[in-house]
């Protein structure tokens, strides 16, 4: 299965959060799937940061990405055009971009947030939830 990880899927991830269901947790520890993170994710976190709204060290961040071997999926002009043909639900910039990725490389974006979920259904959007 071809995954594309929600930021808070990544940092629940890294930091062992019980919030990530155990199906999930078992979906991304397996070899058999090709999971990728955005660059639009670290530039999230990065602002986040910036923000004070959360407390993670980068370079342990970029170590366990690599150590689990997640892929980076770097934005491209065909992501950011496929944003024009997505319904408004909301305006979170990075959901937006990230939902786009989803469709444009056919990979299940794997997210709990509701907000993203109500895309579900979208042409080309089927996200991953368990």
Known sequence: ???LLDTHILLWWVTGDRRLPKTLMKILASTEN???ISAASLWEIVVKRAMGK???DLEELLSAIAADGFTELPL???HAVRLEHLSRHHDDPFDRILIAQSIAEGRRLVTRDKAVLAY????GFDPLSN
């Open 1 to 3: 299965m071809r995954l």
């Open 54 to 56: 959360i407390d993670i």
């Open 120 to 123: 579900a259904g979208h042409a």
């Open 76 to 78: 491209r002009f065909s």
């Open 34 to 36: 090709d999971v990728a």
